[in-house]
Every structure is written in C-alpha cells, then in structure tokens.
C-alpha cells in the first residue's frame, strides 16, 4: 500500500487486513511499539521518527525480512509504510521470489494530505487510525492521542521526504501489471471498495 503521509494507507490497511483475513504489516506501528517499549531499536529509532525523517534501509528491511517469514504471513499480507526507498522496494523483490505483489498507490493533493494529518488521531495503544467522530478508540477502548510527527513543521518535513525518497519508488512499480492508482479522496468506503476490486481483479481473490 503506497501513498503520501495522510493518503489513507493505514485506515485502508487495517480494513482490507480484517475483511481478508491477513495480518496488517504496518512499519511505522513496529516502530512505534518499539518506541514505547524502549527497546534499543525504538530509542535510535525516535529521533529520526520525530523528525520526519526516514529510518536506515538496512534496520527497516530486516525487520520487514523476519515479520515476512512468520507463519500468519504466508497466505498473504498487507504492507503499510514499507517500502518507502528504491533499496527498500528492491528488497522487497527479493524476499517474495515468485508471489505475486500487488502494489496500490493511493493518490490525493496535497492540500488534503495537510488538512487529514492536522486534524488526525490515533490510538496510543492498538495504533489504530482514528475517525474524526471518535471519542476513544473504537477497536480497544485506548485513549486517542495527537502524534508528534503529525505537528506543523514535521508534516511538512515527511512530506519533503516523501517527494525527495518514497515517490520515486511509484515509478519503479508503475509499469508493472499489478500497478494501481486508486483516488484517495473519495470516502473510506469507496477506497475500500476500489482497492478490493483492484486487488481482486489481479489475484482473483474475493473483493
Ligand atoms: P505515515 O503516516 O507518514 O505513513 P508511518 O506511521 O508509516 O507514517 O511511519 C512513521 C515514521 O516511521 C516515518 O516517518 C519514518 O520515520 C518511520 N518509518 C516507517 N516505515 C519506514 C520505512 N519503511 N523506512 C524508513 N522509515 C520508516
């Protein structure tokens, strides 16, 4: 799942894992649970999250290589915030071999990637993304909380580094048949539906 900060690449995630049956993959949820817990990879991991920038490709693609090779990932997977570099994206490559990738981009301006991320909240427990209507999380009852990176100055940041290191890697997908664009400004439900009827259409799995 690609696509800007604010896109809606965690909220699409969370839903089209439950409605398959496939574990979510979410890169910057392991980061942030690693932050949390203080490990060593959550303390060097912090400053760079809080500043908008990218953690090293080598951290991101062990951790993506060993989450990869559990059991619950071997019918399939969804991949959130990975992967955000061309090494990454090659990486990637490598550890599927021969299954197939389906790669949705989803797409939106940039003045609506601002207005979501300014107004976002997500749970400080599950992780999950949050509905403006929410008043605590909905999937566990945690409190709902504001993320750091999601402050003025750093969006602007992430999104810097987005153009600058994760666009490109849209262009390294792009001429691959599995390759979809889905509009990421209609409702969540309608990118929900598109995104199934994309992936649908390529693996033939039940949208
Ligand atoms: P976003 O809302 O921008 O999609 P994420 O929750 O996916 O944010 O990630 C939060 C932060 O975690 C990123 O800004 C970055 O610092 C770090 N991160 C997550 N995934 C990766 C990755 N694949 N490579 C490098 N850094 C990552």
């Not at 060097?44 to 990869?68: F, N, T």
């Not at 981009?105 to 991320?117: A, N, Q, W």
Request: hydrophobic share 40%; net charge negative; aromatic share 4%.
């Amino acid at each position: 799942m690609l696509g800007p900060p604010g896109a809606g690449k965690g909220t699409q995630a969370e839903r089209f894992a439950l409605k398959h049956g496939v574990p979510k993959i979410s890169t910057g949820d392991i980061l942030r649970e690693a932050v949390t817990a203080a490990t060593p990879l959550g303390v060097a991991a912090k400053q760079v999250m809080d500043a908008g920038r990218l953690v090293g490709d080598d951290i991101m693609i062990g951790i993506v290589s060993e989450r990869l090779s559990r059991e619950d990932a071997r019918a399939g997977f969804v991949l959130d915030g990975f992967p955000r570099t061309v090494r990454q994206a090659e990486a990637l490559d490598g550890m599927l071999g021969s299954q197939p990738l389906v790669v949705v981009d989803i797409v939106g301006p940039e003045e609506l990637l601002l207005r979501r991320l300014a107004s976002r909240r997500m749970c400080a427990t599950c992780g999950h993304s949050a509905l403006p209507e929410e008043q605590g999380c909905s999937k566990c009852g945690g409190e709902l909380v504001v993320r750091i990176d999601d402050s003025a100055g750093i969006v602007l940041e992430r999104l810097r580094v987005y153009t600058e290191q994760t666009a490109p890697i849209v262009e390294f997908y792009r001429g691959r048949p599995n390759f979809r664009a889905i509009d990421g400004t209609a409702t969540p439900e309608a990118v929900a539906e598109a995104i199934c009827a994309a992936v649908a259409g390529v693996t033939g799995a039940q949208a």
